[in-house]
């Protein structure tokens, strides 16, 4: 039984006619075909075939073979009833080395794409980077290295050269936080790095990677919006202490600050750097005012929150925090806490702090592991969860924040990093035997949605 909160009639009217609904994806954890036509691996074909880093030992080699069902996947978010696909584009694919020659076939393949979508309505928002460096890049330090960022502009504007006038949107890259301290500080992600110094110097030549790319989108296409996807933590202190209120602080310039700052302000905040600028790689004169650029939009991704407090052990490193517990005692399968007003929260104060331009929702889901029942996927929380945050999106725009779409994260259930395949984000479930699409109670209630969107538009 549907109630007000979760009905799709009553929710979509809450939206303007112009609102975007979509669904998204990334490359390496949907495309598969990992070899063919021309594609290289990237440090995540490395990084998951290495012991103990990936559950199971899973990979990217299949996934869920979208590049070899492009065109049943493009009907399928076409029946979904959507006006968007945020998809990200594979660099191994386009410059299989990084640097040297281009790969014409990769190209191909996204030509297809992103026809395939206009063919069928659909708007393209692309992600150039997410996250599945060249591997042969990393003999030159990957991300620690200043000349990745000039390969990455290289890469840049190769893609929008090919496909830039056909896009509706392209960010430079997905959720930094993750390719800089989940991968080279938490040793999480692919390359797996433990270390600051190593996460510092993957910092600022993203940032300056972020800026070139700007440069090199805006001199092919000046037309096309380009912005940039993060994933801003929304800090909670643990207590109203003042050791836990300055721990919430240094803990926001470590995690958002150091994306924010360089970006919409062009300076690194003054309470990091005066804990960590002397580990940082030389700031080049030019550099923040490369990275300091107007974009037209920026996409948050946001799932949970975090819930810090201060960690008072001398020589504790910055930002010295310590997690607190949830408030909440709703969890999704993979342990994220279920708190929807702090999507609101995180979008007013960042909103407080900087000059932030037009936003997109560009992930939002739960990880529930239903399977197939009867044909079926009952996953009632998935779809409690993405009401509930749509619910405060509209709240939001009813505040007058520019919010001008939301992308369901994700359209399929697939490869979800470290976790394998044992974790499902999908609104669509995927049987990886067989590679059966079975649209989830949670998809078939988002499709009500966009449809009566559609025509209230």
């Given at each position: 039984?549907?109630?007000?909160?979760?009905?799709?009639?009553?929710?979509?009217?809450?939206?303007?006619?112009?609102?975007?609904?979509?669904?998204?994806?990334?490359?390496?954890?949907?495309?598969?075909?990992?070899?063919?036509?021309?594609?290289?691996?990237?440090?995540?074909?490395?990084?998951?075939?290495?012991?103990?880093?990936?559950?199971?030992?899973?990979?990217?080699?299949?996934?869920?073979?979208?590049?070899?069902?492009?065109?049943?996947?493009?009907?399928?978010?076409?029946?979904?009833?959507?006006?968007?696909?945020?998809?990200?584009?594979?660099?191994?694919?386009?410059?299989?080395?990084?640097?040297?020659?281009?790969?014409?076939?990769?190209?191909?393949?996204?030509?297809?794409?992103?026809?395939?979508?206009?063919?069928?309505?659909?708007?393209?928002?692309?992600?150039?980077?997410?996250?599945?460096?060249?591997?042969?890049?990393?003999?030159?330090?990957?991300?620690?290295?200043?000349?990745?960022?000039?390969?990455?502009?290289?890469?840049?504007?190769?893609?929008?050269?090919?496909?830039?006038?056909?896009?509706?949107?392209?960010?430079?890259?997905?959720?930094p936080w993750c390719s800089v301290w989940l991968s080279h500080l938490y040793g999480i992600?692919?390359?797996?790095?433990?270390?600051?110094?190593?996460?510092?110097?993957?910092?600022?030549?993203?940032?300056?990677?972020?800026?070139?790319?700007?440069?090199?989108?805006?001199?092919?296409?000046?037309?096309?919006?380009?912005?940039?996807v993060i994933n801003p933590m929304h800090v909670i202190p643990g207590s109203d202490s003042?050791?836990?209120?300055?721990?919430?602080?240094?803990?926001?310039?470590?995690?958002?600050?150091?994306?924010?700052?360089?970006?919409?302000?062009?300076?690194?905040?003054?309470?990091?750097?005066?804990?960590?600028?002397?580990?940082?790689?030389?700031?080049?004169?030019?550099?923040?005012?490369?990275?300091?650029?107007?974009?037209?939009?920026?996409?948050?991704?946001?799932?949970?929150?975090?819930?810090?407090?201060?960690?008072?052990?001398?020589?504790?490193?910055?930002?010295?925090?310590?997690?607190?517990?949830?408030?909440?005692?709703?969890?999704?399968?993979?342990?994220?806490?279920?708190?929807?007003?702090?999507?609101?929260?995180?979008?007013?104060?960042?909103?407080?702090?900087?000059?932030?331009?037009?936003?997109?929702?560009?992930?939002?889901?739960?990880?529930?592991?239903?399977?197939?029942?009867?044909?079926?996927?009952?996953?009632?929380?998935?779809?409690?969860?993405?009401?509930?945050?749509?619910?405060?999106?509209?709240?939001?725009?009813?505040?007058?924040?520019?919010?001008?779409?939301?992308?369901?994260?994700?359209?399929?259930?697939?490869?979800?990093?470290?976790?394998?395949?044992?974790?499902?984000?999908?609104?669509?479930?995927?049987?990886y035997d067989t590679q059966v699409r079975t649209i989830k109670k949670s998809g078939e209630?988002?499709?009500?949605?966009?449809?009566?969107?559609?025509?209230?538009?």
């Open positions: 039984m549907t109630s007000l909160k979760t009905d799709p009639k009553t929710l979509a009217a809450r939206f303007p006619a112009d609102f975007i609904f979509g669904v998204a994806t990334a490359s390496f954890q949907i495309e598969g075909a990992a070899k063919a036509d021309g594609r290289k691996p990237s440090i995540w074909d490395a990084f998951s075939n290495m012991p103990g880093r990936v559950f199971g030992r899973h990979n990217g080699d299949v996934a869920c073979n979208h590049y070899n069902r492009l065109e049943d996947d493009l009907d399928l978010i076409k029946s979904l009833g959507v006006d968007a696909y945020r998809f990200s584009i594979a660099w191994p694919r386009i410059i299989p080395d990084g640097t040297g020659p281009i790969n014409e076939k990769g190209l191909d393949f996204y030509d297809r794409l992103v026809d395939g979508c206009k063919a069928r309505g659909i708007k393209t928002f692309a992600t150039l980077y997410h996250w599945d460096l060249p591997l042969t890049l990393s003999g030159d330090g990957g991300w620690t290295a200043r000349s990745t960022a000039y390969a990455y502009q290289r890469y840049a504007k190769t893609v929008i050269a090919r496909l830039g006038d056909r896009l509706d949107a392209v960010a430079t890259f997905n959720e992600h692919a390359p797996g790095e433990r270390s600051m110094d190593a996460a510092l110097h993957a910092l600022h030549f993203t940032n300056l990677a972020h800026g070139l790319g700007v440069q090199a989108i805006r001199e092919e296409r000046p037309d096309l919006p380009v912005g940039i003042a050791a836990d209120r300055a721990a919430s602080e240094r803990a926001f310039d470590f995690h958002n600050g150091v994306f924010f700052g360089p970006i919409f302000k062009g300076a690194y905040p003054e309470r990091f750097l005066s804990a960590l600028g002397e580990r940082m790689p030389e700031i080049e004169d030019g550099d923040l005012d490369i990275i300091h650029q107007p974009l037209d939009w920026w996409g948050i991704n946001y799932y949970t929150p975090m819930r810090i407090a201060d960690d008072p052990r001398e020589g504790a490193e910055f930002p010295a925090t310590v997690p607190a517990p949830p408030v909440s005692q709703v969890k999704t399968d993979i342990g994220w806490e279920v708190f929807a007003p702090a999507l609101g929260d995180c979008i007013r104060t960042l909103n407080a702090r900087y000059d932030l331009p037009a936003c997109y929702i560009t992930e939002n889901g739960a990880c529930y592991n239903m399977s197939v029942v009867d044909g079926i996927v009952d996953d009632q929380p998935r779809l409690d969860y993405i009401a509930d945050h749509l619910a405060v999106t509209a709240d939001l725009i009813a505040e007058g924040y520019p919010m001008k779409g939301y992308f369901a994260w994700s359209l399929m259930d697939n490869f979800e990093w470290a976790e394998g395949y044992r974790m499902r984000f999908g609104i669509v479930h995927v049987d209630w988002y499709q009500a949605l966009a449809r009566a969107h559609g025509e209230a538009g």
